[in-house]
């Protein structure tokens, strides 16, 4: 597993990574994740100013709650993947969402990227104030359940969604 790797917050400076960061995802035809990805990044100042926005709380929709976003990047400051860190729970989110979403660019999988973006985010969560983190993943999602338990993860009840799909739950310390 790569130790040189940080979060920083996403940066007009890492443009070009981030288009390509996009770019894989989109071409992978896979759900965007976490949901911040999905923005459209072709204006990007405004993409950026929307995610500053949202760590404020700035014109949030109705339901919403702040949250902060940071860029997984190594020491060549390619991006590896994305985490997004909600400042507190809805009834929503302790269902289904948790505190913390990441997810990990396709060709950077299997290599101890989603234990380390949690390890990272779990500190982030703390100078946010939160210290019982709520992290959930589908249960067919192997890859996230072994990085959730691998950084401390409490099994919690499983929230089976309307479609059927089962949401495992599980809480980390900060």
């Not at 400076?13 to 035809?29: A, V």
């Not at 999905?38 to 950026?48: A, H, V």
């Not at 999602?141 to 990085?147: D, L, M, P, R």
């Amino acid at each position: 597993m790569n130790n040189h790797l940080i979060l920083v917050k996403p940066q007009a400076e890492l443009k070009d990574e981030y288009l390509s960061y996009y770019q894989e995802w989109k071409d992978s035809g896979e759900a965007m994740i976490p949901w911040v990805i999905s923005k459209d990044p072709s204006d990007f100042s405004t993409m950026l100013n929307w995610l500053s926005d949202h760590e404020i709380g700035k014109g949030l929709p109705d339901g919403w709650v702040p949250c902060s976003t940071f860029w997984l990047i190594d020491t060549n400051r390619s991006i590896l993947g994305v985490v997004n860190i909600r400042h507190q729970l809805t009834e929503f989110l302790f269902n289904a969402g948790g505190h913390i979403g990441y997810g990990i660019r396709p060709s950077e999988r299997r290599k101890g990227n989603a234990t380390k973006i949690l390890e990272l985010a779990l500190i982030e969560a703390k100078k946010l104030g939160i210290d019982d983190v709520l992290v959930v993943c589908d249960a067919n999602n192997i890859g996230s359940e072994k990085a959730i338990v691998k950084n401390g993860g409490i099994p919690d009840s499983d929230y089976v969604e309307e479609d059927g799909n089962v949401i495992k739950r599980y809480w980390l310390k900060a």
